[in-house]
């Protein structure tokens, strides 16, 4: 293999894929990239085997071939050579990578490509076209929400619908739901159903910074995988097997009092009960009272205190249509669902003490966020 190539191409190309590269394998070539020619360009793949992450970039390709090298040694070597031409050329005998730029040559042990396992090569025929900005967007109004603990697998994923030309992803950690909705601009070519790991969801709205770009959507059959293409990155992971809970039954069909707030005071207040909140167990209260006539407005009382440092209390003006009520929220979950809303005002609808709260941007029928309550105590 003999190859020429950018710098700063390689070293975006290697911060793209070195996220799926495995740390702590038993195998040493998942802590490897696969560097190969394809086609006229150059191929960069790492995996986790449970994530799978390629880039291609422009090159000059004197001769075929492939190999992998260490990730961290390449990725941090390419970042110090300078902003010119950097040349490859591949012992095969020895699997010795030699690296040149600027007046640098170094010399890097790999491992022979076919160690390297197989990633799927995806027919992009009947895959589902979404647009860029709209899926980032909707990943970031949901992914956050899903859970970390190992112990429920099927929550630690997204559940993602496609319906004729509607899509929907739905994330839930047994404390709180986040549902996005979105049109699609065509309608898929069959209806699908698939947990998806909600990091391999991170990723992609990392690497798919293209917003002219569609993203591909598809699901290999029988492979338990499913494929996203955007321009010149592919992302694969496995989908989780299981059976997603049915979050409509969490959604509540009304309340008995919906207070209109500010998006930015209400987050504000938030992020300020959170310093206190935070040295216990994340509680804050909100005492939302309704509007006294036309002369007094409602008005929602965020409080947080902690044993050891104090105590913190803000009053947000509010529209209050219903029945005042006091409820207690994560404030974490709370601010976490404010800092993804783009709407100017939010709703906050609730029924009772111990019933869940609904968070909605107002003017925006395509999201909701559902919070249990906390303890009042």
């Not at 031409?85 to 990578?97: A, G, N």
């Not at 956050?144 to 112990?151: H, I, N, P, Y």
């Not at 709180?176 to 992609?204: G, H, M, N, Q, Y």
């Amino acid at each position: 293999m003999k190859v020429t190539v950018l710098q700063e191409n390689l070293a975006r190309g290697l911060n793209i894929v070195s996220r799926a590269v495995s740390p702590r394998s038993t195998l040493p070539v998942l802590a490897n990239i696969l560097v190969a020619s394809d086609e006229g360009r150059l191929r960069l793949s790492a995996t986790n085997l449970e994530l799978g992450i390629t880039c291609w970039i422009t090159a000059r390709i004197e001769q075929e071939g492939s190999t992998t090298v260490p990730s961290r040694t390449f990725s941090d070597l390419v970042n110090m050579l300078p902003a010119d031409q950097v040349m490859l050329s591949l012992d095969t005998k020895t699997q010795t990578l030699n690296v040149r730029g600027g007046t640098s040559t170094n010399d890097i042990k790999c491992i022979d490509a076919q160690e390297f396992p197989p990633l799927p090569v995806p027919d992009l025929e009947g895959a589902v076209q979404i647009n860029v900005a709209d899926f980032r967007e909707m990943i970031q109004q949901v992914a956050f929400a899903a859970s970390t603990d190992e112990a429920r697998p099927v929550l630690m994923g997204v559940l993602v619908q496609v319906d004729k030309d509607k899509l929907t992803m739905a994330a839930a950690d047994g404390f709180r739901l986040s549902v996005r909705k979105a049109v699609l601009s065509a309608p898929a070519p069959a209806s699908l159903t698939a947990i998806v790991p909600a990091r391999a969801l991170t990723e992609l709205a990392r690497v798919a910074t293209d917003g002219e770009e569609p993203i591909y959507m598809i699901l290999p059959k029988g492979r338990g995988q499913v494929v996203f293409r955007v321009k010149d990155v592919e992302v694969v992971s496995q989908l989780i097997d299981g059976t997603f809970p049915d979050y409509q039954q969490i959604i509540p069909r009304k309340y008995t009092s919906r207070t209109l707030v500010s998006t930015a005071s209400l987050l504000k207040a938030c992020k300020q009960a959170e310093i206190f909140a935070r040295e216990g167990s994340n509680v804050a209260r909100l005492n939302i009272k309704s509007s006294n006539g036309e002369l007094q407005p409602g008005e929602v009382e965020i409080s947080a205190t902690s044993e050891e440092t104090g105590k913190n209390e803000t009053i947000v003006e509010a529209t209050v249509d219903g029945s005042g009520v006091l409820i207690a929220f994560n404030v974490k979950f709370l601010r976490e669902a404010l800092e993804i809303i783009k709407t100017p005002n939010v709703a906050l609808e609730t029924s009772a003490p111990n019933a869940p709260g609904v968070v909605r941007p107002v003017g925006d029928e395509q999201f909701l966020h559902v919070i249990m309550p906390m303890h009042l105590g």
